[in-house]
């Protein structure tokens, strides 16, 4: 849905980003993650035009970019940025409804989209005549995100949104984004210089280092099979298995034939990584699991977890 080809940026004569060939692809969550300065929101910028690319070709939906009026190009993409740039003397609800306000959507659309949405992102509609300064990081977070989404975009940039915010919310916002993404099935392109961000969040993950892809593929490619020395050692080797076992499930790894055991169960789709802090915590060696209806459908042994492909890519 998405394409770049040989896209390259230069500011005053130093190179930005060079060749870059990328596939964003229609319904994915893609995250660009590498360290500063390596190019991610240049090449974030460049989707909506908010940089424009030197050279090379960037399609949208068939459509070179530069063909498209920006505005156009702008109104079918929503943006959410770190630093939020929510209007302060408006209430939530006018900053959420600024672009379905444009666009000249009647009244009662407006008041309806508002009222979604709130509810879609967890906002009390006690917030709705709220000003952003009465809000905290979080919420208003919440209401970029909101706002980005207001007129049904199909895509959405967003660009270290959750970057200053403290772990616990920002891990609510987190588990946020992904049910979002699951029910209204958008192209998400996300830039985050946090590997468990990325980790969580990506079906696909571009790792940059100095305005090149490094490697590109599942976040479990990148993990066991890293290109080159630096897409390991950026992952960090001493964290790998804890990283992959965020990425496996309860249900990969059940006992199905074995329903016996007793006590709190665990859920199917749970990470294993969450799996092994309730052994931990309740110091066990097997727990019952439930599906997604809360059925038994097996158990999870704590010797299971690193067995199988954690324990062989851990090996190597
Ligand atoms: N408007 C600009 N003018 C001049 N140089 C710029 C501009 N925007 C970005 N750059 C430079 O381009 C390079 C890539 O910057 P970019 O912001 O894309 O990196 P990044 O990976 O998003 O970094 P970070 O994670 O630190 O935000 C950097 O060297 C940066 O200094």
Same mark, same amino acid.
């Given at each position: 849905m998405i394409e770049f080809h040989d896209v390259s940026k230069e500011f005053a004569g130093q190179t930005a980003v060079k060749n870059l060939n990328l596939r964003f692809e229609e319904g994915a969550f893609s995250v660009l993650i590498g360290t500063? $300065?390596? +190019?991610?929101?240049?090449?974030?910028?460049?989707? #909506?035009?908010? %940089?424009?690319?030197?050279? $090379?070709?960037?399609?949208?939906? $068939?459509?070179?970019?530069?063909?498209?009026? =920006?505005?156009?190009?702008?109104?079918?993409? +929503?943006?959410?940025?770190?630093?939020? +740039?929510?209007?302060?003397? *408006?209430? %939530?609800?006018? #900053?959420? @409804?600024? =672009?379905?306000?444009?666009?000249? *959507?009647?009244?009662?659309? =407006? @008041?309806?989209? =508002?009222?979604?949405?709130?509810?879609l992102l967890g906002l009390e509609p006690a917030l709705r005549e709220r000003y952003p300064h009465q809000l905290s990081g979080g919420q208003q977070q919440r209401v970029g995100v909101a706002r980005a989404l207001a007129a049904n975009p199909e895509v959405l940039l967003m660009d270290e949104p959750f970057g200053a915010l403290d772990p616990v919310t920002r891990s609510a916002l987190q588990t946020e984004m992904t049910r979002i993404h699951r029910i209204l099935g958008r192209t998400i392109i996300l830039v985050t210089h946090d590997i468990d961000? @990325?980790?969580?969040? @990506?079906?696909?993950?571009?790792?940059?280092? #100095? $305005?090149? %892809? %490094?490697?590109?593929?599942?976040?479990?490619?990148?993990?066991?099979r890293p290109a080159t020395d630096f897409v390991r050692e950026f992952f960090g080797r001493s964290e790998l298995g804890v990283r992959l076992l965020s990425l496996r499930t309860v249900g990969e790894y059940l006992r199905p034939q074995d329903r016996a055991v007793t006590g709190d169960p665990l859920q199917a789709q749970m990470s294993l990584r969450d799996a092994l802090s309730a052994f931990v915590a309740r110091q066990c060696e097997v727990l019952p699991v439930v599906d997604e209806q809360g059925a038994p459908c097996g158990t999870l042994h704590f010797r299971d977890l690193l067995a199988g492909e954690v324990e062989r890519e851990m090996a190597t």
């Open positions: 500063s $300065g390596s +190019g991610k929101s240049t090449t974030l910028k460049m989707i #909506n035009r908010l %940089v424009e690319h030197d050279s $090379g070709l960037i399609r949208f939906a $068939g459509e070179e970019i530069r063909s498209l009026p =920006v505005l156009e190009l702008r109104r079918r993409m +929503g943006y959410a940025i770190q630093s939020i +740039g929510l209007f302060p003397h *408006w209430t %939530v609800a006018q #900053n959420i @409804a600024t =672009v379905p306000q444009l666009q000249k *959507w009647s009244r009662q659309k =407006v @008041a309806d989209r =508002v009222d979604e949405l709130m509810a961000e @990325a980790l969580r969040l @990506a079906d696909r993950l571009v790792l940059m280092d #100095n $305005g090149e %892809v %490094v490697q590109q593929g599942t976040p479990l490619e990148l993990l066991t």
